[in-house]
């Protein structure tokens, strides 16, 4: 049986001032289809966040829907699809019914019957040849009850476990350890936040700050293999091989722009995986950047050569200069002003003052105060911001509520 894992395509997502990434997500879906054909994969496994947001636009829905249209022309007689925190459940699962028809199958959320989350996937001679734990994004709902006035550290043992007792309790359905024993391969799937692992920018916060982190000897030794979203770095999870993060197929942050973008080919054999293979996603598009002195930075952009890409690159430009923030603004438009769009285009800017150091006493220069836009903070940032015109002592209180309405929205 020859699978493939992917996770976090966050279609739909708008770019810093609201840029459009469909024709990226278009790129890499056309070259997962060619992929899933050339490299003849039975099992398509996508690991959550499907969407960037809840309520998808009408792109968003039509790449996804034209994808699985798309897979119908290929080897692959199935697709697993689960939720991740990003995603609405609602939004998932209400075609459920409809594409299991195309042995589509979709688990948004923690379905009210436990053993759900349990699919048998045939082979090509039509016998069990794969069991596949679906497990999706748990929320807070399905790890914990409520206690009240608990405390933080009470509150993050009691996700901790939860996740953890979550994937025991799918190591004991009867149906998963009797196929197990009758030599079928088992693949778990989750949507969560390991310990040890190695976030980026993008990624939202979830369980509060991420404290119902997990670690690999959580997964029982049951689950041949472990295929996990929501972080957007390609990584093992422990120094486990059979326990990864597929990672993002496109950069979502300009955190990224060093990271390998990849999907993980598996090939099950002999009731466990025989082996592993990383295949690199080719890009369409080019995050850059260029952090440094003046003359430096505009030198890079002036220089750049965006060959090999289909799509004009996104640069992220910081500065760090003596000079005042309208000199480097002037100078820097100037540039900006000449360069050709298609080839490379500026998304962010910042400029870092340096000073001179001065003698006890001395009175420092004025110079306006170093503004920053909105689209440089996340959510968390802007309220921690807010945070500072209350009482110390409520602003714990205050942050960890603010975290769990984040991730319920």
Not at 97 to 110: A, E, T, Y
Not at 142 to 150: A, Y
Not at 337 to 348: G, M, P, T, Y
Request: a negative charge; glycine letters at 8%.
């Amino acid at each position: 049986m020859r699978v493939l894992h992917t996770a976090d395509w966050h279609l739909g997502q708008r770019f810093i001032s609201g840029h459009e990434r469909t024709d990226e997500h278009r790129h890499f879906l056309d070259w997962l289809v060619e992929t899933v054909r050339t490299q003849r994969v039975e099992v398509l496994v996508i690991a959550g966040d499907i969407f960037d947001t809840g309520s998808p636009s009408n792109q968003a829905l039509e790449l996804y829907y034209s994808f699985l249209l798309n897979m119908r022309g290929t080897s692959c007689r199935d697709i697993v699809v689960v939720g991740g925190n990003h995603d609405s459940p609602a939004t998932l699962n209400a075609p459920a019914r409809l594409l299991r028809h195309l042995r589509v199958h979709v688990v948004g959320c923690v379905p009210d019957c436990f053993e759900d989350q349990v699919l048998v996937l045939d082979d090509a001679t039509g016998k069990p040849g794969l069991v596949v734990c679906a497990v999706p994004f748990l929320r807070d709902r399905d790890v914990r009850l409520s206690v009240p006035g608990e405390t933080a550290e009470e509150r993050e043992a009691r996700i901790k476990q939860g996740i953890a007792d979550h994937y025991g309790r799918m190591a004991e359905v009867e149906q998963v350890w009797q196929l197990k024993d009758l030599g079928l391969p088992v693949l778990a799937t989750g949507h969560l936040y390991a310990a040890g692992a190695a976030p980026s920018d993008s990624e939202r916060t979830i369980h509060v700050g991420n404290l119902g982190q997990i670690t690999a000897d959580h997964f029982p030794a049951i689950f041949d293999y472990v295929a996990l979203g929501h972080l957007h770095r390609p990584q093992r999870v422990g120094g486990r091989e059979h326990i990864r993060y597929s990672g993002s197929p496109i950069p979502l942050s300009f955190s990224e722009v060093d990271h390998p973008k990849e999907v993980l080919l598996l090939e099950f054999g002999g009731g466990k995986l025989q082996t592993l293979e990383a295949l690199p996603v080719p890009g369409a598009r080019r995050l850059v950047r260029f952090h440094g002195a003046l003359d430096e930075v505009v030198l890079l952009l002036t220089s750049y050569d965006n060959s090999g890409y289909a799509l004009p690159a996104w640069a992220d430009v910081q500065i760090h200069s003596e000079l005042t923030q309208l000199e480097v603004a002037e100078a820097l438009l100037k540039v900006i002003k000449d360069l050709d769009r298609k080839q490379l285009e500026v998304l962010a800017r910042r400029h870092f003052r340096l000073v001179k150091l001065r003698a006890l006493g001395d009175e420092p220069e004025a110079e306006a105060p170093l503004t920053r836009s909105l689209h440089d903070f996340t959510e968390r940032e802007v309220f921690e911001q807010r945070l500072e015109a209350e009482p110390e002592a409520s602003r714990a209180d205050l942050l960890r509520t603010f975290d769990e309405l984040l991730e319920r929205l």
